[in-house]
């Protein structure tokens, strides 16, 4: 019954490595989403995509890119991993409607990579 | 720059209390306000959502109150059970279109809200 899954659920990684988090969807959704979950802060949303090879920045991109070269697949990539990057990541898909105003925002959450930085 | 601002951050209640979670936004634009629920080791699952053109919307156990004037909204949880013991997530959103001319929604979350019902 999962129909978004990450791929890695704990990850240690060192400072300076190049991290990737994988995300894959079942469900044919046009969105997808990575966000970042901290005690306190909430989510906050670090990139999204709505179309294979389409991305656009989130309210926090910095130190972070991301790839869609297939629908059903959004990876998320650190570059070279710094200790502030220790979090939890939340990828997540949704639809999107041809016209006029959705009518709902439903977000599949995946259940998460707990990624540690040292 | 937190455009949802949810209080508290933390919440314990006894089993049939009623916990209430509070939350503020700011940007006017915004047109569905879901919350959504998530339990250890999982991703958060949306729980109930709100549009603003209504002031209360009611699904089993779990209400939210909308007050668009003042900018808040609010989840109840009647009769509270252990568990409905998890995070709790306000959030909102505003219609976008991309540049294919599909729309989507794009979720701005709260703090979040650790609630703990005892027995």
């Known amino acids: 019954d999962v129909k978004v899954t990450q791929s890695s659920r704990y990850l240690v990684k060192r400072t300076g490595e190049k991290v990737f988090l994988e995300c894959v969807q079942d469900?044919?959704?046009?969105?997808m989403f990575w966000y970042r979950q901290d005690p306190g802060l909430g989510l906050r949303l670090i990139y999204f995509?709505?179309?294979?090879?389409?991305?656009e920045k989130g309210d926090i991109p910095e130190g972070y890119s991301v790839s869609r070269e297939k629908k059903e697949r959004f990876s998320l990539i650190l570059e070279s991993a710094s200790t502030n990057q220790t979090s939890m990541y939340l990828c997540?898909?949704?639809?999107?409607?041809?016209?006029?105003?959705?009518?709902?925002?439903?977000?599949?959450f995946g259940a998460g990579s707990r990624l540690t930085v040292l | 720059q937190q455009q949802v601002k949810q209080s508290p951050q933390s919440l314990i209640v006894q089993k049939g209390g009623i916990p209430i979670i509070n939350c503020a936004y700011e940007n006017t634009a915004f047109d569905y306000f879901p919350w959504y629920q998530q339990f250890p080791g999982k991703g958060p699952a949306l729980l109930i959502a709100i549009r603003p053109d209504v002031s209360e919307k009611k699904e089993g156990r779990f209400t939210i109150s909308f007050n668009k004037s003042a900018k808040q909204f609010s989840l109840h949880i009647m009769d509270s059970q252990p568990g409905d013991s998890a995070t709790y997530f306000c959030?909102?959103?505003?219609?976008?279109?991309?540049?294919?001319?599909?729309?989507?929604?794009?979720?701005?979350f709260g703090q979040g809200t650790i609630l703990t019902v005892h027995p």
């Open positions: 959030a909102a959103s505003k219609f976008n279109r991309n540049a294919g001319g599909t729309s989507y929604g794009k979720l701005t």
């Open positions: 469900m044919d959704h046009e969105n």
């Open positions: 995509s709505y179309d294979v090879k389409m991305k």
């Open positions: 997540a898909s949704s639809r999107s409607y041809a016209s006029g105003r959705p009518g709902a925002n439903v977000l599949t």
